[in-house]
């Protein structure tokens, strides 16, 4: 995000949520706070492997690395394991490290492609809880860009702390025949018990019934922020 934000990079892929484990809460409020847009999205079918030197195998290992989503989407094959879980960057960074430590009790979680990309061996495949697993991967960038065939909005807002404020949100799309495609609510930090909502809807702000309801939406929050207008992800 940082990256793109000082035009380091021009865009960046970032994982948003998981079909099993949720949003990714981090990522959610960076999108929020920062200064840029969604572009895009990919949904990515995750199988995650277990990883080990040549030599490693199931009764020397004694501690995995990885990143902290792919250790929850894997905890019910760890949770009987005595085995030490570190939290790590990513899972690219995780078997890069385990590959350098040459350490046959260590190990990380991660895709097969990276067995092949650090030279590690799969000592367990398709560990994850769900053999459904996706995450929803979005694409953000400085400029905000639609074409003319996106068809997917998001946006986030929070309202007054009164009953009915969110019902009169969702009546606007209601009442126009918006599809909403999910809406999530995540924890204001500095307000107990108060919350941002994030909303996909379907279709594009160049149809008029579209821009009617979302400036509706704005004139109804006391935050609002428009994040995307982007193609639906496969």
């Known amino acids: 995000f940082v990256a793109v934000e000082k035009g380091e990079v021009n865009l960046a892929i ?3 949520e998981n079909s ?8 959610f409020d960076l999108i929020r706070e920062k200064d840029l847009y969604i572009l895009g999205e990919y949904n990515l079918r995750v199988d995650h ?6 030599g490693a195998n199931l009764d020397t290992i004694k501690e995995v690395y990885s990143h902290p ?6 905890s019910k094959y760890l949770k009987d394991k005595s085995w030490k879980l570190t939290p790590f960057t990513s899972t690219a960074m995780s078997a890069k490290y385990v590959s350098e430590t040459n350490d046959i009790e260590k190990a990380a979680i991660g895709s097969a492609s990276l067995s092949k990309l650090y030279n590690l061996e799969i000592l367990k495949e398709n560990i994850n809880n769900s053999p459904n697993n996706y995450t929803r991967f979005i694409v953000v960038g400085k ?3 639609v074409e003319d065939n996106a068809d997917k909005i998001s946006i986030c807002f929070s309202t007054l702390h009164k009953a009915g404020e969110l019902f009169g949100i969702i009546s606007e799309f209601a009442q126009r025949g918006i599809n909403m495609l999910n809406i999530k609510s995540l924890p ?6 108060e919350y941002y909502f994030y ?3 379907y279709g594009n702000i160049y149809d008029e019934k579209v821009k009617e309801a979302l400036e509706a939406v704005e004139n109804k929050t ?3 922020k428009f994040l995307g207008n982007y193609r639906q992800g496969n």
């Open 14 to 16: 970032i994982p948003f």
């Open 20 to 27: 099993s484990t949720g949003a990714i809460k981090d990522n």
């Open 49 to 54: 492997n277990l990883l080990g030197i040549k």
């Open 69 to 74: 989503q792919p250790l929850e989407q894997s």
């Open 143 to 145: 400029k905000l860009s």
């Open 188 to 193: 204001i930090l500095e307000k107990p018990w």
């Open 199 to 201: 909303i996909d809807l």
């Open 222 to 224: 006391n935050f609002y």
